[in-house]
């Protein structure tokens, strides 16, 4: 079956440039998530998109946007990227399935900034 | 703002013993609540998931019981295996969900099962 997919796995970038990270959800997922995980610690909510909408928002920077795009693949951009933005991403997609919300979750892009 | 805690914060136990972690959450207005396995730099697996309506869910050597009321999840893994090694996460996703509202997630039980 598929699952949500994301790009690149790893990724090293110096401070102050810019990082792409892209997810690709299950297909026919109405719903996508961004959570940052730092070391040692549980995974934190960022943003949600329902419909290609944003619906929801966490403790996102404002250093970081993410828009969600037609074919529903969902792109988190970040910029004047610090040390502290080391972490592991995940993308996660869900669809309300007979009453039921469940999230599937990305394999993760680890973000190291040098 | 919801809280999850989860406790024991690490757990080692000898192959085939039965265990149980723990789940709490400060606001019971939850809609559902879920477990996750997450290996050592990889990602989320859901094992188990729990509506608010539901009391408990098995899935073979797993079972997960919700008690909304006081704001508690236990998973039980029964006969546990070294396989089952892994850092275990509670999330609960609050009411309101059909705007793809956010799960949050407790800190997680580091398991390490010996042979």
């Known amino acids: 079956a598929a699952g949500v997919i994301q790009s690149p796995r790893h990724l090293i970038k110096e401070k102050r440039e810019t990082a792409t990270l892209k997810c690709y959800p299950i297909p026919r997922h109405d719903t996508v998530y961004w959570y940052q995980q730092g070391p040692g610690q549980d995974p934190q909510f960022l943003i949600s998109f329902y419909e290609k909408m944003q619906s929801d928002k966490g403790s996102i920077p404002d250093r970081f946007s993410a828009q969600q795009f037609s074919d529903y693949h969902s792109e988190l951009n970040m910029s004047s990227l610090e040390l502290g933005d080391s972490a592991l991403y995940f993308c ?23 | 703002k919801q809280e999850v805690t989860q406790i024991p914060a690490a757990l080692s136990v000898p192959e085939g013993e039965n265990l149980v972690l723990n789940c709490s959450f400060t606001d019971s207005a939850i809609y559902n609540l879920q477990w996750f396995r997450q290996d050592p730099g990889k990602g989320l697996t859901s094992l188990l998931l729990i509506q608010s309506s539901q009391r408990e869910q098995t899935s073979g050597r797993l079972n997960a019981s919700l008690d909304k009321s006081s704001g508690r999840s236990t998973l039980y893994i029964a006969a546990s295996q070294p396989g089952d090694s892994a850092t275990y996460l509670c999330a609960v996703r609050e009411q309101g969900e059909t705007s793809g509202s956010r799960l949050t997630f407790g800190e997680g039980t580091q398991l390490t099962v010996n042979p």
Not at chain 1, 95 to 100: A, F, M, P, V, Y
């Open chain 1, 92 to 114: 996660a997609s869900s669809l309300r399935d007979r009453g039921i919300r469940r999230a599937f979750f990305g394999q993760g892009t680890r973000l190291t900034v040098v």
